[in-house]
Structure formats: C-alpha cells, structure tokens
C-alpha cells in the first residue's frame, strides 16, 4: 500500500517537482508525487528521489484525498470544456473566413470569365461592323452594275 513508486515517469506527472516536504530518513528533501495504484489511485505522498515512498501528504482523513483528486480532475475537466470552446469558436470563424475568401476567389474568376467574354464580344462587334459595311459597298456595286446593264440595254433597244 505504501510502496508507491516515485518516477519522472508517472508518480509525478501532475503535480510539480516541489521539495517542500518532510525529510527521508536518508536526510533528504522529498518531493510531492501521486499515487497511480488501485489501494490508493491519485492519493498525493512524499517521495524521495533515491528511495521512493516516504509519507502521505493527505494524512488528515482517510477519503479527504479522494476528494481533493475529484476537485483536481474537475478542475482539469473545466479547463479543457473551456479549451475545445474555444477551439470550436476558431474553427467557425476561421471557416467562416475561408468561406468568405473562397467567394472573393470566385467573384474575381467570375469577373475575370465576364472581362474576357467582353474583349470577344467587342472583337466580334468590330469584325461584324466591318462585314456590314463591306456587304453594303458589295450591294451599292451590284445595284450600279445592274443599273449600268438595265440602261445598256434600254438604250440599245430604243436605238432599233
């Protein structure tokens, strides 16, 4: 029940290495470590970095240390709610931000596509423009040809 081990490892992962506690019998100060073993899961001790186990820090009454590891874990649960809300409030407004930068991504294809479409339509315009007006300089050739040809002949019959 006492012979808890007193690791880096484990014994002392939650607390902090602190020598504030009663002597070893070797003359040494103790560090606070926490138990890992069913008998006495999370119950603190004093631990001697050459020796191991040396007393209970909770010696007060039998569950005070269960409790007091209750407040602890509580307090560490509280801690990470508060953490993966936050964490939450980021993802939201950085998706939010992708989201709003994809749109501006796509409105400037967007405007990028209509630019274009424009210079063809113009292009287009331009080349339209200018096979109107060479149709229309065909048809007012035609028209004087015929016109030339229709008085030809009117002349050389009234000349009979």
Excluded: P
């Amino acid at each position: 029940m006492a012979n808890s081990e007193c690791s880096s490892s484990g014994a002392r992962s939650f607390y902090k290495k602190k020598f504030d506690g009663s002597l070893c019998y070797c003359k040494k100060r103790t560090s606070s470590a926490k138990a890992w073993r069913d008998e006495n899961q999370s119950r603190r001790f004093w631990c001697c970095d050459s020796h191991g186990f040396v007393d209970w820090i909770d010696k007060e009454e039998k569950n005070e240390w269960k409790k007091q590891s209750l407040l602890d874990a509580r307090g560490v649960m509280d801690r990470q709610r508060e953490e993966i809300r936050n964490l939450k409030q980021l993802v939201r407004t950085t998706s939010q931000q992708v989201k709003t930068e994809d749109s501006t991504a796509l409105l400037l294809e967007e405007g990028d596509r209509i630019v274009e479409e424009k210079k063809k339509l113009e292009t287009a315009l331009i080349t339209s423009v200018e096979k109107e007006k060479l149709l229309r300089q065909f048809l007012g050739l035609f028209w004087g040809v015929f016109v030339v040809i229709i008085v030809i002949m009117v002349v050389g019959i009234l000349k009979k």
